[in-house]
């Protein structure tokens, strides 16, 4: 019975946490809803920080990276204009919270992570919830996954000082990119739309994540 009553209780506290981090925000695509509703975050974090994973705020997943707050991890999949039938680069595979929300809604994931623990920390959960459309990389993410390229979305879960010329080449014409531009402090979340080969640029809010660490990003 414990069982039952524990997922009942993370049941009540993803509704909760979607109606009032969430939606209350503003976020209206409802995919994304549907899919932060269904994703069981606390699955994705540390057996002791599971009491805080519906919370609003990051929480750590070690390495020195964390798990992004919900709301943003619903504005930038959100961001992303996917249908359903997108190709997705996700560099940062992290927890793989972000990348379970996208493979909720694209047709398949390919995801990066520099750091092989995290990689199959994330991929061990991912095979537990039955995620079949994701294919995990362990790589520097600054440089994309050129042999699976073009991609219809790219959503970037680290910070770099620029966006990478390595991600602009291998994004579909149309296609959108989500990334957080600036310094190692703050930066400000942008959208890039592919037009004629080159970004449109769109922002969206200040941000802070963790560093983007590559070729294209921030040094060691």
Do not use: C
């Not at 770099?160 to 957080?180: K, M």
């Not at 703050?186 to 809010?205: A, H, R, W, Y």
């Amino acid at each position: 019975m414990q069982g039952f009553y524990d997922r009942d209780l993370y049941r009540i506290s993803r509704e909760k946490m979607v109606n009032s981090q969430i939606v209350a925000r503003g976020i209206k695509d409802d995919k994304v809803i549907q899919a932060m509703l269904k994703v069981p975050r606390h699955l994705f974090v540390e057996e002791a920080l599971r009491d805080q994973a519906y919370g609003d705020f990051p929480l750590p997943i070690g390495k020195g990276q964390t798990i992004s707050q919900p709301y943003i991890v619903a504005l930038m999949t959100e961001a992303l204009e996917l249908k359903g039938k997108e190709r997705v680069l996700e560099v940062g595979t992290g927890s793989g919270y972000q990348t379970a929300i996208l493979a909720e809604i694209a047709l398949w994931v390919y995801t990066i992570e520099r750091d092989p623990d995290l990689s199959e920390k994330a991929k061990k959960v991912l095979l537990s919830l039955g995620y079949k459309n994701i294919s995990l990389k362990i790589g520097d993410g600054s440089l994309g996954w050129p042999e699976a390229a073009p991609f219809d979305a790219i959503i970037v879960t680290a910070a770099s000082p620029q966006i990478p010329q390595p991600l602009v080449d291998q994004l579909a014409e149309g296609g959108r990119i989500v990334i957080p531009v600036g310094d190692e402090f703050s930066q400000i979340l942008v959208k890039g739309i592919k037009k004629d080969g080159k970004l449109k640029i769109q922002t969206l809010e200040p941000v802070r994540f963790v560093k983007l660490v590559g070729a294209y990003g921030f040094k060691e």
